[in-house]
């Protein structure tokens, strides 16, 4: 009979709980698009830490936020009651650096109609992201670079038909009165 | 030289075990979609149990089924010839309730073009599904509730210009006759 | 105090290695897409052995090409600079067949808009892919089989409005004058 030595062991070890790191990085960016896209902002705070950092270049989407109080902010108002919004995150390429810090590169398709704008937006970006593990042993977002490989912007001339919308209920409320379609500032 | 000790091994096993199992139910919902967009009525029996449910909320689709056979001419009636059908399951939040069950939650997409019916459909949703490991030791669906984000649906005016549609020639044919568009009945 | 013997400790291993393999395996499709649709030839090269073979059935794109030079050839081509282009692999069913050589199935969905050809195409695909490891630890594709679901091309009348187009400055500069659709030719 062989004996495993406490070597090898530590090595299996190391190796389950990095696939095991990766599984987890991989759900909170998962839960960060499923609450985006439902404007579920009580659930998506637990996927940032207090100092996140935001870049988003490229297209008409184009700023930096920092905090999470500040994403938050963004998230509401990001998904509110007259649109519909999809983002799907593709294609993890999770890196550990170490047993408490990740990158990830994400492909990302994004589709968004906004009615009270009037403006369709589609496209596809990456993200680059930093995860940490803090103390309480959880995977979060403390940096995200959003970086765009192609968009469309159209005007909405025809309203679609629209014949279920989550956010219809469940999304911010805009105040009344024209809202400036995004455009590019560069 | 250290040796693990018995209750270290079995812990180790676990943990490979819940990474196997997470994989493989994700392969059986792989599966589940792509057996329904190519109408693969035989292959697709395998991933549900005998006594799985459905239920599909919001929408233009709303119904519930229960029991294989059903959910079996579900799919042989809902990927027809005479359409063009994609769904993809993204995001997949799977958690493991015991050894034998388990939970899922899944974003997907889909793209249905009717031309019988003349209705584009496309949308987003949520998937909750519970799986069981069955005495074979193979996962399958045992319950699937299918819940609405947005959804948008067009008569179709001018035929799009299909070249290519793999259900044309392995799809089911639908009977001569006008079919009635999708509708909300709520 | 149990100890595993030698037997369990190499099952246990092998059950960790089939795990990092797949996900392994997975990365190099991810930064196939990645480096396809960014014409990152560089980058690419590195995902196929030298004697890769693609076969493309189904559709408006047909062809069969052989080795990476030629394959280079056709990512530099493929991504030029008046287009935007999207290819997204969804659901990775993946099969390791021994230590070296593993096959998979992937879900495609993809979105083209060729401005120069006035051509857009839409649609999703299958593709079966042989991948072996080499000498170097690395996974790479020796064979990729795509095979259409389901496609759509349609004239583009219209330019849309494209508000970002990474290809637009990093991919290959097309040379003057018209040049033709992809037609079906069977």
Redesign the interface.
């Known amino acids: 009979?062989?004996?495993?030595?406490?070597n090898?062991?530590q090595a299996?070890?190391k190796?389950?709980q990095r696939?095991?790191d990766?599984?987890a990085i991989k759900?909170v960016?998962?839960?960060y698009?499923?609450c985006f896209?439902?404007a579920n902002v009580a659930e998506i705070a637990d996927v940032f830490t207090e100092d996140v950092v935001l870049t988003v270049v490229?297209?008409?989407y184009k700023f930096e936020l920092s905090g999470r109080d500040n994403y938050l902010a963004m998230v509401r108002d990001g998904a509110h009651a007259e649109m519909?919004?999809?983002h799907?995150?593709?294609?993890?390429?999770i890196d550990l650096e170490d047993d408490r810090t990740a990158r990830g590169?994400w492909?990302l398709?994004d589709y968004v109609?906004e009615f009270r704008r009037k403006q369709h937006?589609m496209?596809?970006a990456?993200y680059r992201d930093t995860y940490v593990k803090e103390r309480d042993g959880k995977w979060r977002i403390q940096r995200s670079e959003f970086e765009?490989?192609?968009?469309?912007?159209?005007t909405i001339v025809e309203m679609?038909?629209?014949?279920?919308?989550?956010?219809a209920t469940h999304g911010h409320r805009l105040p009344p009165g024209d809202v400036a379609q995004f455009k590019?500032d560069d």
């Open positions: 009979m062989e004996v495993s030595d406490g090898d062991w299996l070890a190796r389950i696939l095991e990766i599984e759900r960016k998962y839960k698009f499923r896209d439902t490229g297209g008409v519909v919004t999809q799907n995150g593709h294609h993890p390429e590169l492909y398709s109609q937006i496209g596809s990456f765009r490989v192609w968009e469309i912007s159209e679609p038909n629209v014949t279920f919308s989550y956010l590019r």
